[in-house]
Every structure is written in C-alpha cells, then in structure tokens.
C-alpha cells in the first residue's frame, strides 16, 4: 500500500507562486514514478506533470510548461510541484499520483494510469 498527503494548497492572486508538496508512505518511494493531477468543478481529472523514479525524466502538461516544474527528493520520500505564474485557469483540486513502475506508464496521462492518489488539496488563483 502506498499513502500520499498533499499539502501547501491555497489562496493566490494571478501571477503569484504556490508550491505544492506530496508526502509519500509505505512502499518504497524511490522505486516508482509520481505525478500530480487537477480537478476543476465540473470538470474531468486532468493531468499535469509526472516525474520518473530518479527524477532524470520529467513530462508536463502543454498548458503548465514553462510555469510548473514537478521535483523530488527521495530521502525525503516528497514529490513536489513548483507552480509560478498562477493564472485564475489553473483553480482546481490537485491530487498526487503514484504508479508502480519506474517511469510514467503509456497512457499516463489518462488519470485512470495511476494506482495510487492523494486526497488532493484545493489551489484557487483570484484574479
């Protein structure tokens, strides 16, 4: 079993930074990729930036590149998403991701890839 705890959500104007952070738990961190996921009301579960085991792979949503920069560090066993320049677009309910392999899976886009989730934490952008 792994657990995941989001934390470090809140209340930004536009243009501002929050940084997010994911406590992992359980199963070793270091051997699967992490991701991070949104959730804006009424909408579907989309994704936004993944990270490999080692943190040498990284992919990211074309709506956050240049903006949001997705880390880690596993002695920490923490994933962390750096998110800049925060527009009112960006509101959501972000949820972490776990996947039991090394690299984001085919498909990892599609928030039915992952095999483990957060219980996500609220980021709302004023504009």
């Known amino acids: 079993q792994v657990q995941l705890v989001e934390s470090g959500g809140g209340l930004v104007q536009a243009g501002g930074s929050l940084r997010l952070s994911c406590a992992a738990s359980?199963?070793?961190?270091?051997?699967?990729?992490m991701g991070w996921f949104r959730q804006a009301p009424g909408k579907e579960r989309e994704f936004v930036a993944a990270i490999s085991w080692s943190g040498g792979n990284t992919y990211s949503a074309d709506s956050v590149k240049g903006r949001f920069t997705i880390s880690r560090d596993n002695g920490k066993n923490t994933v962390y998403l750096q998110m800049n320049s925060l527009k009112p677009e960006d509101t959501a309910v972000y949820y972490c991701?776990?996947?039991?392999?090394?690299?984001?899976?085919?498909?990892?886009?599609?928030?039915?890839?992952?095999?483990?989730w957060g219980q996500g934490t609220q980021v709302t952008v004023s504009s």
């Open positions: 359980g199963r070793t961190f270091s051997s699967y990729a």
């Open positions: 991701a776990a996947w039991l392999s090394r690299y984001a899976p085919e498909g990892y886009s599609d928030s039915r890839s992952s095999n483990y």
